[in-house]
């Protein structure tokens, strides 16, 4: 029972922490009450002196292009420093390893780390990297990894290396749609996909020989594949020797008289696999029901 509640508690921690080191990295925010004239001047090098919290910020309007800044700001909300406008837009993950936090956005190309001891931001785009859009972001203290995304119905490019050796930049091929969630175990990354049909794939990489090991498609009934459109970076997770798969279901219920809008409903299972030959071994039901109604 304990190892049961422990693994549990795991998997939500995975789910909903944030990353700390001596500062916060965290994806956005948004505040539609900020007073452009109150932020601090807009610098190449973050001031993290004082800082709480480094947050990447996207906006978009009719008349120019998606741009973003980083910014700092302390445990009181109050802003303290600002970067220059960079090619930032919808931030989809922020990781944190050590002093090193790594950006990926959905909407634009460009990717950078941001060191928050000294401000410092750095482009961390490979030099023979194709074009495209990033989903999924993984990193620690020997990987940090991240995919490319030029086309639904064609195989993605992954980006990676060892955050000590940041220009020593390695990129391979995965197949079967975009990356839903990377896990790193002992130099191999496991990495789930999502082709459009919403069909899940799960891969074995070496890392050190940059191979696919193996793929499979997961043999999945109707009611457990992620019933969405694009993919939802995923929990994936090595536990006792077993890896595990978490996936959902989305089921949207029509307005009805009591209910202005529909509702979706998410529920979902955990996928024991083999590590080896990324067989299923069992499902385990979880019992947590979200009931999310839109306005």
Known sequence: MKKKLLFFSIIILIVLSVIIFKMYASDYVADENINQEELPPAKDVLNVKNGKYVLAFSEANDTRENKGSFFVINKEGVYLSRSKELDISSPIAFKQQGNEAYLVNNSSNKRYSVNLASGEIKNIEAKKQNDGQSFTLYANEEYVIYD???DYNKN????????????????????NGFAQSIYVYNDVAYITTSDPDAIEYVHQVNLKTGKLLNSKKLKLKSEEYTQNGLPSNQSIIMFNKKLYVAVTKTTVIPATENYESDVDEYAGRLIQLNPKTLEIEKKLQLMIKIS???H
């Not at 993605?156 to 197949?175: A, C, G, H, S």
């Open 156 to 175: 993605q490019q992954l980006v990676y290396w060892n955050p000590k050796t940041p220009e020593d930049k390695k990129i391979m091929t995965i197949p």
């Open 148 to 150: 490319v995304a030029n």
């Open 292 to 294: 999310i109604r839109i």
